[in-house]
């Protein structure tokens, strides 16, 4: 069966793993799935390199306004998904698609030039053959040492360790990958990305569910309450602990900051720490402020398998 493709008209490059596009006379961003290029402008939470300049420079070749360029949402056709474009939003509202130009996949070229790893933070892509091709490219840049495999060439000095981002993305991605197996064979359970209309319907009624979710940051609400964010903007969704100065409220911070949580504060700095970063957590659904919010008040509560 042929993924979900769509046609569309460049509207403007915005660096080697974003473009913008029309759909419909309606303006998009895409962030372009399995890369992720060395940034080109300042504002992000990673260095602006050298190479992060040229990698933009090369997209900016290949994505010239007007365009056409193919969009694939790497997901079997059906009817539901060729109308629903919401479930394949990033947490910031961008489209996420796999692009092909000129009759060329875009995200194999990229990797194997060196411009970006085979990027598999959120999970690797699902259709296989993109996955292996997309996994030899990386394979064959590295033992080429090309492009940001060899930092100090590229940039003067190591910008970024992608051995030790490498390893933390694959963990991830295998957490991932049994998500969707456990989801393909009947699990019932809920993912805020792809779910968020389901979840907001069980808050408003306070019922009761399981949900795979990443754990992204934590935050103290007050003495004695605390949240856990998922990162997302358009999907706000967070995990609400009710007590953590009581022992199972101790206990799951813990669990929750050693285990799981990848981000937190050093010295007054944003951190990432490689953690699992992505679980299941069972509790009551509410609303708060107009989100949505699961309730967990212990380590029980949490689970890295479904």
């Known amino acids: 069966m042929e993924n979900v493709r769509m046609q569309v008209e460049v509207e403007q490059p915005i660096d080697g793993d974003t473009v913008r596009v029309k759909i419909k006379d309606k303006s998009e961003s895409v962030r372009i799935q399995a890369l992720d290029t060395e940034e080109s402008k300042p504002g992000g939470d990673k260095p602006v390199t ?25 997901e079997p056709q059906n009817a539901k998904v060729r109308l629903d474009l919401s479930r394949f939003r990033d947490n910031f509202g961008r489209l996420l698609a ?69 390893a933390w993305w694959s963990l991830r991605a295998e957490l991932i990958d049994g998500y969707r197996r456990a989801r393909a064979n009947g699990a019932n359970f809920l993912n805020p990305r792809i779910d968020f209309e389901a979840i907001l319907d069980l808050a408003e009624r306070n019922e009761s569910a399981t949900v795979f979710t990443e754990f992204s940051e934590y935050r103290r609400l007050g003495s004695r309450k605390a949240m856990v964010d998922i990162g997302s903007v358009a999907q706000p969704f967070s995990i609400f602990i009710p007590d953590i100065e009581v022992p199972r409220g101790q206990a799951l911070l813990s669990l929750l900051s050693l285990r799981y949580i990848s981000e937190g504060t050093e010295g007054g700095h944003t951190v990432t720490r490689p953690r699992r970063s992505y679980g299941y957590v069972k509790g009551q659904l509410k609303m708060f402020n107009g989100r949505p919010e699961i309730v967990a008040d212990g380590p029980e509560d949490v689970s890295d398998l479904p």
């Open 50 to 74: 050298p190479w992060g300049r040229k990698a933009s420079e090369h997209a900016a070749m290949l994505f010239t306004p007007g365009k056409h360029i193919t969009l694939d949402f790497d």
């Open 98 to 166: 796999l692009v092909f130009v000129d009759g060329k996949d875009f995200q194999e070229h990229m990797i194997e030039a060196g411009y970006s790893p085979y990027f598999c933070k959120y999970g690797n892509v699902r259709t296989e053959d993109y996955h292996r091709r997309y996994l030899a490219a990386e394979r064959l840049a590295q033992s080429r040492r090309t492009g940001l495999w060899d930092q100090v060439a590229v940039n003067g000095s190591e910008q970024r360790n992608y051995a030790a981002l490498g």
